[in-house]
């Protein structure tokens, strides 16, 4: 499976932004997608996830509320639709998948990463 995330850019305070991942290789349905963010000097930490079978969505605390997301298994794509940006949502955003069909909000256990993508939101 190959990762291709993309749509970050620079926003101001309050406004959004709509990332997309998109995935090559087959049974793509059955993987776990997931987002991650890496701030300048700061672990990389988990978004949010969906999983590929029942479309159950996770998210870390400090977005529930803001980030949705949401998947289309007939275009291979997942997205992080972002609102209420504030400046401490700056970060590279990655997507990354896993096989096992299981939610982890750990790095550690995601097989497939994409290139990320930088998000930088101004105050």
């Known amino acids: 499976v190959q990762l291709q995330a993309s749509g970050g850019g620079s926003v101001q305070a309050g406004g959004s932004l709509k990332l997309s991942c998109a995935a090559s290789g087959r049974a793509f349905s059955s993987y776990t997608m997931a987002w991650f963010r890496q701030a300048p000097g700061k672990e990389r930490e988990f978004v949010g996830a969906?999983?590929?079978?029942?479309?159950?969505?996770y998210y870390a605390d400090s977005v529930k509320g803001r980030f949705t997301i949401s998947g289309d298994n007939a275009k291979n794509t997942v997205y992080l639709q972002m609102t209420s940006l504030n400046p401490e949502d700056t970060a590279v955003y990655y997507c990354a998948a896993t096989n096992t069909g299981l939610v982890y909000r750990t790095r550690l256990y995601y097989n497939y990463w994409g290139q990320g993508t930088q998000v930088t939101v101004s105050s």
């Open positions: 969906i999983t590929g079978s029942g479309g159950r969505v």
